[in-house]
């Protein structure tokens, strides 16, 4: 069964710092997995995925992840942190049920972003 | 512009009474989903629907009811059997068989 677990509930920078945000799976097959932003009172955005082709993922906004399977691991890193990036950050994994795909959401992590 | 739309942005419900939320989509996508969000606990899957006239039960069904009519629409209907219906509702889409969906705005419903 595909599980995901998000280490921190609360992660706290300041401006210019990088940012690490950390996501741990688990899958009885090669995942695809996603990270996903919300900002207050909206709905989700997709920053970026993986999906099996290169482990060094690029997103938007200057974000990147890295798929390691030894680890099990897909954190989210940002080199400078922006006042913007302030909002919560979903890890997904992707679950197939009869040939359908389901998502399943880590409890998520607050990023701060601190001037 | 093509999207989901998701109304209204906030609605407030009396205890005993049904309330439908709307969610619209113009992106072609097959598959729409229903969550639920609360504080701390990520997303939770209500319905999910892969196509027309079709859906599925999620984690969390009990209290709530869709239906698809139409490949476009996929409203959601808060029961009176739901205990506890104050949460943030959110529609998604994607196009069945692959990843990376598309979320509306959300619809925060509260009991008053």
């Known amino acids: 069964a595909q599980s995901v677990t998000q280490l921190d509930s609360h992660v706290s920078v300041s401006e210019g710092t990088p940012v690490l945000l950390r996501c741990n799976y688990s899958s009885s097959y090669s995942p695809s997995l996603f990270w996903y932003v919300q900002h207050p009172n909206k709905g989700l955005q997709l920053l970026l995925k993986?999906?099996?082709?290169?482990?060094l993922v690029k997103g938007i906004n200057g974000f990147e992840a890295e798929f390691k399977k030894s680890e099990t691991s897909f954190h989210l890193t940002k080199p400078s942190a922006h006042m913007s990036d302030a909002a919560e950050y979903f890890c997904v994994v992707s679950r197939t049920t009869s040939g359908t795909y389901k998502y399943i959401f880590g409890t998520g992590t607050r990023l701060k972003v601190l001037a | 512009d093509g999207g989901i739309t998701q109304s209204p942005k906030y609605l407030f419900r009396k205890e005993g009474q049904n309330v439908t939320l709307s969610c619209e989509q113009n992106l072609n996508h097959d598959a729409m989903y229903w969550y639920r969000q609360d504080p701390g606990q990520g997303l939770r899957l209500i319905y999910y629907?892969?196509?027309?006239?079709?859906?599925q039960k999620g984690d969390i069904a009990e209290g709530y009811s869709v239906s698809r009519e139409k490949k476009e629409s996929f409203p959601l209907t808060v029961t009176s059997a739901q205990k506890n219906p104050t949460a943030f509702y959110l529609c998604?889409?994607?196009?069945?068989?692959?990843?990376?969906?598309?979320f509306g705005s959300g619809t925060r419903l509260t009991v008053v």
């Open positions: 629907s892969h196509i027309v006239n079709d859906f």
């Open positions: 998604a889409s994607s196009h069945t068989g692959s990843g990376g969906y598309t």
């Open positions: 993986y999906t099996s082709a290169a482990t």
